[in-house]
């Protein structure tokens, strides 16, 4: 099982400086980097000073001339805020000045706060069939000359330009949850993401068993690869652990209230929610995070992933993003590289 970074620039008060952050996202990625990480994923976001995040592909770049051999993802691209030949070219121009070190992640999108700004009128069903059309209209382009006439996007015959540096382009990734996604990820040849985000090992082998239905459907198609994303934090010591599950769980109620899109939103951040708030959630809560998600000190954690590699997983994405101090972040980091990571050398 290979280990990746997923990491944001990641703002939840105006008292955090954008440029600070951005410094210290990218010394995340060169400690993954010289640690011997696989990849950095980093996501699209609009509007949310949540996860700052406009464009994968700026940060990408840039990361690629500070850092060696890391593969460099996004984790994801939003399908209905893409035009094919606009995603299939900036893809692909990526991949040249990467020196072909591009993986594509590509997912429908979780937030309406995003859809009323980007796709006014959009659900989440129309979100999924964009992507659907568009996964494999990439493909095509980068082979050249193709002309599509679709529900969402019609053009005539039309090449990828440039063209990718890597043969048949960068690997795509298909963000999947419901079966559906699963197989018509496996049937166009793209690997998988999936995150249980705070619901545990139950969902982490329920969503292995769908991608296995979807590969035994789809027989006639090699195999492809499926990585798991969760939070993460390798603790010092026991109070640690404690600590890190009480800074967490104020992530996901962070979360959990930009996705319900309720709170009123101001200079691109939602208004700060109060300890009783925290407290009264009626399912977030430390002890359900340090239960569900990756929190531990390295012996623990180490017996936590080999579930997960005996599972099937081919690729572990550390995700980072966790309401912590720097400091915290890459104290966590730097314990999971040294201390966890060898376990599966």
Not at 216 to 223: G, I, L, W
Not at 242 to 251: I, M, P, S, V, Y
């Amino acid at each position: 099982m290979k280990f990746s970074l997923f990491a944001h620039m990641e703002r939840i008060s105006d008292d955090q400086d954008q440029q600070q952050l951005y410094d210290e996202f990218i010394q995340l990625c060169k400690i993954a980097d010289d640690g011997g990480m696989h990849a950095v994923w980093t996501g699209e976001h609009h509007g949310m000073n949540f996860t700052i995040a406009p464009n994968p592909f700026l940060n990408l770049i840039d990361v690629a001339r500070q850092t060696r051999n890391v593969r460099l993802g996004t984790g994801t691209v939003i399908a209905p805020f893409w035009h094919p030949i606009r995603l299939a070219g900036e893809a692909a121009m990526t991949d040249i000045i990467t020196n072909g070190r591009l993986d594509l992640g590509i997912a429908r999108g979780a937030y309406s706060y995003e859809y009323e700004r980007m796709m006014p009128g959009m659900d989440a069903w129309e979100a999924g069939q964009r992507m659907r059309e568009l996964i494999p209209a990439v493909q095509r382009l980068w082979q050249g000359d193709y002309a599509q006439e679709g529900e969402f996007h019609s053009f005539p015959k039309t090449s990828s330009s440039p063209k990718p540096v890597q043969e048949n382009g960068p690997p795509i990734w298909v963000a999947a949850r419901d079966p559906n996604s699963h197989e018509f990820a496996v049937a166009n040849g793209c690997n998988v993401q999936v995150t249980p985000l705070w619901q545990g090992d139950g969902e982490i082998e329920d969503l292995m068993g769908k991608f296995n239905a979807a590969c035994e459907k789809h027989a006639e198609v090699p195999r492809p690869k499926i990585m798991l994303l969760q939070h993460t934090y390798v603790a010092e010591s026991a109070a640690d652990v404690k600590r890190g599950a009480e800074e967490l769980n104020r992530f996901y109620c962070y979360f959990g209230a930009w996705f319900m899109n309720k709170r009123e939103v101001s200079q691109g951040l939602i208004d700060p929610l109060s300890d009783a708030e925290i407290a009264a959630h009626p399912f977030y809560s430390p002890e359900a995070m340090e239960r569900d998600l990756v929190i531990g000190e390295p012996a623990a954690v180490i017996e936590r992933l080999r579930k997960y590699e005996a599972l099937g997983y081919d690729e572990y994405a550390f995700w980072i993003d966790s309401s912590m101090s720097f400091e915290r972040k890459k104290a966590s980091l730097e314990r999971f590289i040294t201390e966890v990571m060898p376990a599966f050398q």
